[in-house]
């Protein structure tokens, strides 16, 4: 074999600009506007009166090798060679010209891949790696997000929603990625103090450290035979995995008491009204895979139910701001439980204190 | 390979119905690569019966050198899934804006179908390459691979995180500085910090190129760089027009959806009252061949978001109102430091920027970090009179008097 090539390390990644379409690279910077051309297409007009054709189809995330080579097939036949991502895991293919646009509709179409997440429509669902991939999960990530978008579809491939609708899920309170500012976010929960595995945690964990990573203070050195260990006051638990994430000697999964909660009326963007959280909707749903029914139906019910009642431009929080959460928890059909009311740090910003009340 | 390709997964088979695309699909179209996909499809396949994750916290492993871009996962039952009784993850730093050639992609997939599950994910949560599932022997080839062909790790742990950036100025007329640039630039200039954990956790830099965020970096990044501009919006009073004839409904769907309420419309012309626009694009969005930023642009940069773990999530607050684009990249470089310093001096294990402020208060923040407080860093000044005066203060205006 020819000798081993140096080691090379702190490069950073390539350049981007060595993976810019031309069409790109001659308007970099440039571009006047845009239209929309029907869902999942759009048009970007440049200062020069050049023109950047778009077509965004959905993608499970999770890909084969094969696929990627799959979408770099179509890139090369129809696209010069070049195509990118975007944040929330779509695939973008761009043009110079309008004049391939149906045939590339036409090919995604034929291996499964739904052109659409534009404008007035559901975008793709961000999500993390549950059973597939992570240790901490109360749930999958995958799967649920399948289900949820099976039955989502047409609001992914047409635009007839109020306005934008961000959907996310994370498989634990870690929540890799922003699902705590969706306008619906699918959140895995533990339900259940950890179970304090005694022996290992002698040996794998650092016992202050492992006291000084509860936020509550539920976690207190305790003497077993002689030897020091951990317990939980089980009463000040609220399940969140620092614990866990410290100390692998304290695992909270639990097939019994893990699911889902359903979270709802964040965003990110700052038009119209500023930036907010996602609010509890549904406490607990439970996990039932493979397809998770009861998840599905209470994301769709939301949905629909805001699209039938929302004004045009109004997000998924600027709508419930606007009729108010009593008149939203009527509409839903969700029941209002004491887990609504916040209990933890701040949690008195949120007690409606006045007399404006919607009878 | 001495592996069943023909693994029993009737529950998973469930999922490959429906008009969605399927991962897993996507999984069983990797049993070509190799066995790793085969076992994996049995992993999940079992969590989906047991409604439990089969892998175990993850263990210490990675490239020579660096401290992250490795995520160790093991499996709790490797003696039914022998193929994936490792299968740990590498984060591959993507291009700026996730831009791709053909053949880098190509390239991409070459080397991890020789190093790897041949599984990923386009991309991770931060924004990464995710290579999905390799042995610990493979890390290192695997690496050298990557490197020979331009591509390095991202980052993991209490580390600079693979910074993102909106698609910016490639593809977006609302561009108010370049989002790929400055991604770009600050992911070189903090290679180090990226590849060798030193902080207290991760800290994270998102660069949106307009108020419209679209990588949320006011949720998630602790410092979000956010485009704006300073000067009026651009208005072409003809097209304005134009959006009026073809059935907008300039007063209902722009005029009263407007924050602020600064515009009006009398039916021929539309006046923004510039002085109060809080630059929240919802005009910009709805008619974007009429309106645009303005000329004079650059970015707000705010400080401190995090998801809930630990202390309760975070959005990010102002700290610097405008930067001129010009002066950004040296802005956020010399003001990254200065929190940095901070931060390492006074963060606790685990404490994100934004809990460090929460807990120390934003004005003791200004103060360790040299920045002069402005009205625009708060929605509102305090409510109750608990003031910690200083004593130096009182003294040096009576000496004055
Ligand atoms: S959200 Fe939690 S369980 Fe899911 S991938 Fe992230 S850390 Fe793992
Ligand atoms: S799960 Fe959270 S609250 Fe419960 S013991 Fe662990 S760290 Fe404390
Ligand atoms: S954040 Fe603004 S500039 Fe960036 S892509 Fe989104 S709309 Fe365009
Ligand atoms: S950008 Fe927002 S605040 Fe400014 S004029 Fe337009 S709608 Fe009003």
């Excluded at chain 2, 790897?116 to 994910?121: A, F, K, M, Q, V």
Aim: charged share 25%; proline share 6%.
């Amino acid at each position: 074999m020819a000798e081993k090539p140096k080691r090379i390390t702190d490069i950073g990644p390539p350049h981007y600009q060595k993976f810019l379409p031309p069409i790109i690279k001659e308007n970099y910077g440039k571009w006047k506007y845009h239209e929309r051309l029907g869902p999942g297409v759009m048009v970007h007009v440049s200062e020069a009166g050049a023109k950047c054709y778009t077509v965004r189809c959905g993608s499970p995330r999770l890909l084969s090798t094969k696929t990627i080579r799959f979408l770099a097939e179509l890139a090369d036949k129809y696209c010069g060679g070049y195509l990118r991502f975007t944040s929330r895991n779509n695939v973008e293919f761009l043009m110079d010209s309008p004049d391939n646009i149906e045939a590339l509709k036409k090919d995604l179409a034929d291996a499964g891949f739904p052109v659409g997440g534009t404008n007035n429509a559901i975008s793709n669902i961000v999500h993390t790696q549950g059973w597939v991939h992570c240790h901490s999960s109360a749930t999958d990530a995958s799967g649920i997000v399948k289900c949820v978008m099976d039955a989502l579809y047409e609001r992914f491939t047409h635009e007839d929603l109020p306005a934008k609708l961000r959907i996310a899920l994370a498989c634990c309170l870690n929540m890799c990625g922003a699902v705590h500012c969706s306008d619906i976010a699918i959140l895995g929960v533990h339900r259940r103090p950890p179970r304090i595995l005694h022996e290992s945690l002698r040996k794998v964990c650092e016992i202050p450290t492992l006291i000084a990573s509860c936020p509550t203070g539920a976690i207190r050195p305790k003497t077993i035979d002689g030897q020091q260990t951990v317990e939980v006051v089980e009463e000040q638990c609220m399940y969140c995995g620092n614990c866990y994430t410290v100390c692998p000697a304290m695992p909270l999964n639990d097939p019994e008491n893990d699911g889902l909660s359903i979270w709802v009326g964040g965003k990110v963007s700052n038009a119209r009204s500023e930036p907010k959280f996602s609010k509890l909707a549904i406490p607990y749903l439970p996990n039932n895979p493979p397809r998770w029914p009861e998840v599905v139906q209470a994301v769709t019910k939301i949905v629909e139910v805001y699209a039938a009642n929302a004004r045009k431009y109004e997000r998924m929080g600027e709508w419930i701001e606007r009729i108010g959460w009593p008149r939203f928890f009527e509409l839903t059909g969700i029941e209002f439980t004491r887990y609504h009311i916040d209990d933890f740090k701040h949690a008195g910003l949120t007690y409606h204190r006045s007399a404006h009340i919607r009878m | 390979m001495a592996v069943d390709e023909k693994v029993n997964t009737p529950l998973l088979d469930e999922l490959e119905k429906g008009p969605w695309p399927s991962f897993v699909k996507e999984i069983k179209k990797a049993q070509s690569v190799g066995p790793m996909a085969t076992d994996l499809l049995g992993q999940l396949e079992l969590s989906y019966e047991d409604k439990i994750g089969h892998w175990k916290h993850g263990g210490i492993v990675g490239v020579l050198g660096y401290g992250g871009g490795v995520i160790g996962r093991y499996s709790d039952v490797p003696d039914k899934f022998p193929h994936v009784a490792h299968f740990h993850t590498l984060r591959v730093n993507m291009p700026s804006g996730w831009f791709y050639s053909t053949e880098a992609l190509r390239t991409l997939c070459d080397i991890w179908d020789r190093h790897g599950s041949g599984l990923t994910n386009m991309h991770g949560s931060t924004g990464d390459i995710i290579f999905l599932g390799t042995r610990t022997e493979e890390l290192e080839p695997c690496f050298a691979e990557l490197t020979q062909a331009g591509f390095d790790l991202g980052g993991s742990g209490s580390c600079v995180r693979t910074p993102s950036a909106c698609v910016g100025p490639a593809r977006c007329e609302w561009a108010c500085y370049d989002t790929l640039k400055m991604c770009y630039e600050i992911t070189m200039a903090y290679q180090d910090e990226l590849h060798r954990p030193p902080f207290p956790y991760k800290f994270k830099f998102k660069f949106s190129g307009c108020p419209n965020d679209c990588v949320a970096s006011i949720a998630r990044a602790d410092l979000s760089v956010i485009g704006t501009w300073k000067d009026e919006i651009q208005q072409d009073d003809e097209a304005v027009r134009q959006y009026a004839a073809e059935g907008l409904d300039i007063q209902r769907d722009v005029v009263e959806r407007c924050p602020t309420r600064c515009m009006s419309w009398d039916g021929e012309k539309l006046t923004i009252e510039n002085r109060e626009c809080v630059r929240c694009m919802h005009c910009i969005n709805v008619m974007p061949k009429a309106l645009s930023p303005g000329k004079e642009r650059g970015a707000t940069l705010l400080i401190g978001a995090k998801a809930p773990i630990v202390q309760g999530a975070l959005l990010s607050s102002v700290l610097i109102p405008f930067v001129p684009e010009d002066e950004l990249l040296e802005t956020i470089k010399e003001l990254t430091d200065r929190v940095w310093d901070f931060w390492d001096e006074y963060g606790m294990n685990r404490e994100r920027v934004g809990e460090l402020i929460q807990r120390v208060g934003m004005a003791n923040f200004l103060d360790a970090i040299g920045l002069d407080p402005t009205p625009e860093m708060i929605t509102a000044p305090r409510d109750n009179p608990y003031i910690f005066f200083r004593e130096e203060e009182g003294e040096e205006e009576e000496s004055e008097a």
